[in-house]
């Protein structure tokens, strides 16, 4: 048997990340570093870390469960907590009282049943016939692999994707620091790939970053890809796969990256505790607003030039270009806020936070129109429904308590909770017309849900846990990115 640390640290590192920590993961990655290691992290599953530690818990409870000369102590064991199993005191006590009860036990004649072999193998029998049961139920649903169509090229994690607003290119950002342009629009098995790699300036030539790319959007016509990076930079790409702008004013990751409706500017938001608004024509920074007394994690443009900044310190401000200081500062959340969204409008502000809360927000007012309570854990993501005349204004939340919800916003109240998937929800996204909803897990599924009625109409479980969905502009076909490196597309048309 071999460990090494940089074994250990990547398992670590991976663990933040899949956990939602993704700032402690980057600190904790870069004091590590990570990106030198020779580890290849799409061959490592997701949960390995959890995985490993379960099987050690296993090892010791067989080890307090067996005598010194070999022979099992006949008696249940109750399931060891990581704290327990780490206490050499613990071991011994738990050790001792098994001894004493099989003792007991002997001396009466009463047979006890054990949780080691057979008695552990029907258990897990038990999980994998309900688990097998659950999965028939849904079988008329599941989208045949005829219709998915898997892109492999990324070399690690694909973090996001995003369809071109014009056309079936759909682009996709990864940690093995590219970016890719994938053309699906030739109904191919094997759609043609442009790989954007993102380099740096060292010695006097181009050479990979080796940062995740964590980003990216394109513009309102399809013409140019913006794409953030862990490398602190901001790029602007053409859909030939052409390196059209760097934009380097960040010291530090950027986290998120927006183009506004007209063209004319791209919004960045950074650990370095600022968001910058760029001139997309010119590459350079039209203003930097350092508002935030900590990490940058979410940006929403209201309009052409007014946005939304979120962050780590709980705070929410509202900034409009040539304005030194925030038009608006909205307070209320108890925790790190993960995201924000405009609704169609530009009326109304929604964010989501750790504290496990949603609110709705109005620019006519200091406190929260609505704070919305009912995950049990933190809420990772949000997204309106699109305008429609024929539907109400929903709201979808994402949150890692494996649930998906449905706000009536005007109601203030959750029209439909969707519980099918097994781990946290990354990611949602409503189609085009509103009537359904994509949700994306790291249970490595994608379901597809009616948004009227809160039924599941579509699943399809992919290789690896999904980071993101996202709708084409017909609303026919479905993009998720995984854990695993793969890019997968649905094909929903009949």
């Not at 061959?43 to 995985?51: D, F, G, H, N």
């Not at 010791?60 to 008696?75: C, L, P």
């Not at 949780?115 to 038990?126: R, V």
């Not at 949603?358 to 997204?383: F, G, R």
Request: charged share 20%; proline share 3%; hydrophobic share 35%.
């Amino acid at each position: 048997m071999s460990i090494s640390s940089d074994e250990v640290n990547f398992l670590v590192y991976r663990y933040l990340q899949e956990s939602g920590f993704s700032h402690s993961a980057f600190t904790f990655g870069v004091e590590s570093h990570i990106s030198q290691s020779n580890i290849n992290g799409t061959l490592v599953p997701p949960a390995a870390l959890i995985s490993i530690i379960q099987k050690g818990l296993q090892y010791v409870e067989a080890e307090i469960s067996i005598n010194e000369d070999g022979t099992s102590i006949d008696r249940a064991l109750d399931s060891l907590s990581l704290i327990d199993a780490v206490v050499p005191d613990n071991i011994a006590l738990q050790k001792a009282e098994l001894q004493r009860q099989a003792q007991a036990n002997a001396q009466s004649g009463i047979k006890v049943e054990s949780n080691s072999a057979n008695g552990e193998e029907s258990n897990i029998n038990l999980i994998q016939a309900n688990h097998t049961e659950s999965m028939e139920c849904d079988t008329g649903l599941e989208i045949p692999a005829s219709k998915a169509t898997v892109l492999r090229g990324h070399e690690s994690e694909v973090f996001i994707c995003a369809w071109n607003p014009c056309t079936d290119l759909l682009a996709s950002g990864s940690g093995d620091s590219t970016a890719r342009i994938w053309n699906l629009a030739e109904n191919t098995s094997s759609p043609n790939q442009l790989v954007l790699r993102h380099c740096i300036r060292e010695g006097g030539q181009d050479v990979p970053s080796n940062k995740d790319v964590t980003s990216l959007d394109w513009n309102c016509d399809g013409s140019l890809l913006a794409t953030g990076s862990y490398d602190g930079f901001a790029r602007i790409w053409s859909t030939d796969g052409r390196l059209v702008s760097t934009l380097g004013q960040h010291k530090g990751p950027i986290f998120a990256l927006k183009w506004n409706k007209k063209g004319n500017y791209i919004l960045s938001a950074g650990v370095d505790k600022t968001t910058i608004i760029w001139d997309a024509q010119s590459g350079e920074c039209k203003q930097q607003f350092p508002f935030h007394q900590a990490p940058a994690l979410d940006v929403d443009w209201q309009n052409n030039t007014t946005f939304a900044s979120c962050s780590t310190d709980r705070c929410i401000h509202v900034c409009k270009l040539s304005c030194d200081r925030p038009i608006k500062t909205f307070q209320g959340h108890t925790n790190e806020v993960n995201a924000i969204k405009w609704d169609p409008s530009g009326n109304l502000l929604a964010s989501c936070s750790d504290d496990m809360t949603l609110k709705i927000w109005s620019m006519k007012q200091e406190s929260s129109v609505h704070d919305l309570q009912a995950h049990s854990k933190e809420i990772y993501t949000i997204k309106w429904s699109p305008n429609n005349p024929n539907t109400s204004l929903m709201l979808a939340s994402a949150s890692f308590d494996s649930t998906v919800r449905l706000w009536d916003v005007d109601r203030g109240i959750c029209i439909h909770t969707l519980t099918q998937h097994q781990e946290p929800v990354y990611s949602v996204a409503f189609s085009p017309d509103g009537k359904y909803l994509a949700s994306g897990s790291f249970d490595k599924c994608v379901h597809i849900w009616s948004t009227q009625t809160g039924s599941l109409v579509h699943s399809y479980r992919g290789t690896g846990g999904i980071f993101e969905v996202c709708w084409n502009s017909r609303g026919d076909k479905v993009g998720a990115s995984a854990s695993d490196g793969s890019v997968c597309v649905l094909d929903l048309r009949k």
